[in-house]
């Protein structure tokens, strides 16, 4: 069955350093690939996109990779801050099995001390 | 722009109960997905409407169904309540095409979910 993994434990960073998210996905080809942030007692909020034919995606701080060989994708926050802090969703679509549903991992939890 | 607002935010049911829990989609977006997201985990997608019809549904039993109204908002409806139904339900509109492709990449827009507790 598809199954899409995230950092399982939370990541602790120190203000001002690059943190860096992981997602790992099997029996699954994705067209598009999504990441989401998403704050205690919110729902999830849209960050990025990236798609299968792109290797990188920036938006100022963040940056997303997208490799499908190796069926994995990194998110990576820069100069991060501690109002980075908070749960970070990645989100797989576009496979043909799986008409137009988004399938989201279990998140990773980001915490980042001053 | 209105973003999308959810109905109630928290909900006590009793095991074997019914319940609607409703949506108001963002303006000008045309499709909802509901989602179902228990404690430390990732948001399980239960089925999304297009123009007013089920356009996927994900691994969950017909006691889980949906409405979408000609003005784009939604309901979930879950019969014959069980302790498991326990989670944050989570609705998100997009803008989509109407086409299949058009439906993978739509960023999503959540609303802040019903808490629905079934004791």
Known sequence: ???????????????????????????????????????????????????????????????????????????????????????????????RSSASKIIFGSGTRLSIRP | ETGVTQSPTHLIKTRGQQVTLRCSSQSGHNTVSWYQQALGQGPQFIFQYYREEENGRGNFPPRFSGLQFPNYSSELNVNALELDDSALYLCASSLDGGTVRRSYNSPLHFGNGTRLTVT
């Open chain 1, 1 to 95: 069955s598809q199954k899409i993994e995230q950092n399982s434990e939370a990541l602790n960073i120190q203000e001002g350093k690059t943190a860096t998210l992981t997602c790992n996905y099997t029996n699954y080809s994705p067209a598009y690939l999504q990441w989401y942030r998403q704050d205690p007692g919110r729902g999830p909020v849209f960050l990025l996109l990236i798609r299968e034919n792109e290797k990188e995606k920036r938006k100022e701080r963040l940056k997303v990779t997208f490799d499908t060989t190796l069926k994995q994708s990194l998110f990576h926050i820069t100069a991060s801050q501690p109002a980075d802090s908070a749960t970070y969703l990645c989100a797989l679509s576009g496979s």
